[in-house]
């Protein structure tokens, strides 16, 4: 499977990604994946995701959202939710950095570590 890149970035249509928790070949999620898909409010996030390195992946995205990646690794890139719509932090596998990685998350409730 390719990687999704950009492919969903501002599209302000999509409202709803639940399906996306079924693309287990994604291991990582690009730069500015979800920036400004201001529509989408629901996505669960394949649990296969190990590296989440990149920057501003979900910025600006309000979507309401739990993570829970027991196999991510490494560091979660710069920004990488910034502004965005997370309220639960269950699950960040084995990460050893964060770098502002929730800067600016106000629905922002707990994390788990």
């Known amino acids: 499977m390719r990687p999704i890149g950009t492919a969903f970035a501002n599209n302000t249509e999509i409202k709803s990604f639940n399906e996306f928790q079924y693309f287990t070949n994604i291991t990582k ?9 201001k529509s989408l409010k629901q996505l669960i996030l394949p649990k296969s995701i ?4 990149t920057v501003y992946v979900f910025y600006y995205c309000p979507v309401d959202l739990s993570i829970d990646l027991p196999n991510l690794s490494g560091t979660v890139g710069d920004g990488c939710f910034t502004a965005s719509g997370v309220v639960h932090v ?5 990460i050893d950095t ?13 994390v788990v570590l």
Do not use: H, I, P, Q
């Open 29 to 37: 999620l690009e730069s500015r994946a979800f920036e400004y898909c």
């Open 50 to 53: 190990t590296n989440l390195s």
């Open 90 to 94: 269950l699950d960040l596998g084995s």
């Open 98 to 110: 964060l770098y502002n990685a929730f800067r600016v998350c106000e629905k922002l409730l707990d």
